[in-house]
């Protein structure tokens, strides 16, 4: 997994780690946390019903195969058909000290189907990576930015109005997909990782994962939109439109539970606010957030919710008889 995993940084960096693989040198702390930097979006090993099949008619017997547990694989480049998740765990003492071989895995369950065409790109763009397809850059930071200004990203100042960007990636991805891989970030933040990625002055340590999202984003040439060059045009300090704040917060807090509803993972209020990227915001200004409150009162009712208010009545009911 090696290749895929530096496949970003510049090259003398990649060259230093190579040597340091060769020579074995297991008191390096660095190749440790790259390996781990790999395994995040890939609880446990994946294999192809077909490779095994072949393997087993060719050789008599099977191996695990790089390219199906890269953390974004879903499916096999060879055959074309969706991966099985066996219960193997990709890291940690049983998954690398065992000799299971994939024909003796118990296949668990399909790998949900690639639906999206940023999971297809995102899928070949990690090949790439592993493959050692991806051309070498000294800086790609300084790539992305000029991608991004292509695309409409870029303000007069010469910079990327990277918080644009990481809601356009946001929406493009899918909370889910970005929480499964270890890359979830705040849409309004400006130190979010692509915001720090389209930055080229930044050197920012960010896995090869969130390089091949970025990757990904701007192969697929999702366009800005229109009124991100609007905001940014005005000089100084754009005012702060409270009620259109509220609406677009309200919007993303429909989707928010839209995405997670089928899901059996349950939010307390603070963390929602966090996700959304609300959570200074909504502390200091509630009041100028009537819908927002509104739905946040709703959600407390649901499953979703971690403290659902209609189950603790019923935990209460007989100290509520005392009275
Ligand atoms: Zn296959």
New binding site residues.
């Given amino acids: 997994m090696l290749p895929y995993a530096i496949a970003f940084l510049p090259p003398a960096e990649q060259a230093r780690i190579i040597e340091k693989a060769i020579s074995l040198d297991t008191s390096s702390e660095s190749l440790s946390s790259i390996a781990k930097s790999v395994t995040v979006g890939s609880r446990y090993r994946r294999i ?1 019903a ?2 095994v099949q072949e393997d087993l008619g060719l050789l008599g017997e099977s191996y695990w195969r790089r390219a199906h547990l890269l953390p974004m694989s879903r499916t ?1 480049a ?2 074309g ?1 969706e991966l099985l998740e066996t219960d193997i765990p990709v890291g940690g003492s049983r998954g690398t000290r065992n000799f299971v071989m994939p024909h003796q895995a118990k296949a668990a369950r399909p790998c949900p189907p690639v639906a999206k065409e940023i999971e297809r790109l995102v899928e070949r763009v990690g090949l790439e990576a592993l493959h050692r397809s991806i051309p070498q850059n000294e800086n790609w930071s300084h790539v992305y930015k000029l991608r991004a200004c292509e695309l409409g990203y870029g303000m007069p100042s010469g910079d990327v109005a990277s918080a644009a960007l990481a809601r356009g990636m946001a929406n493009e991805f899918g909370l889910d997909f970005l929480v499964k891989h270890g890359a979830r970030f705040s849409r309004a933040a400006t130190s979010s990782w692509p915001a720090l990625l389209v930055r080229p002055d930044s050197a920012p340590n960010v896995s090869a994962t969130r390089h091949v999202f970025m990757h990904a984003f701007l192969r697929l040439g999702v366009r800005a939109p229109e009124q991100v060059l609007q905001t940014y045009k005005r000089p100084g300090k754009a005012p702060r439109n409270l009620s259109s704040t509220d609406e677009e917060a309200t919007r993303r807090f429909r989707e928010f539970q839209e995405v997670w509803k089928q899901s059996s993972r349950r939010f307390t209020v603070r963390e929602v606010l966090e996700v959304l990227g609300l959570a200074q915001t909504y502390r200091h200004h509630y009041v100028e957030f009537p819908s927002l409150r509104a739905a946040l009162r709703v959600f407390r009712y649901t499953e979703l919710a971690e403290r659902q208010i209609g189950r603790r009545k019923r935990v209460y009911a007989s100290s509520a008889k005392r009275k």
């Fill in positions: 192809c077909s490779c096999c060879t055959h058909i």
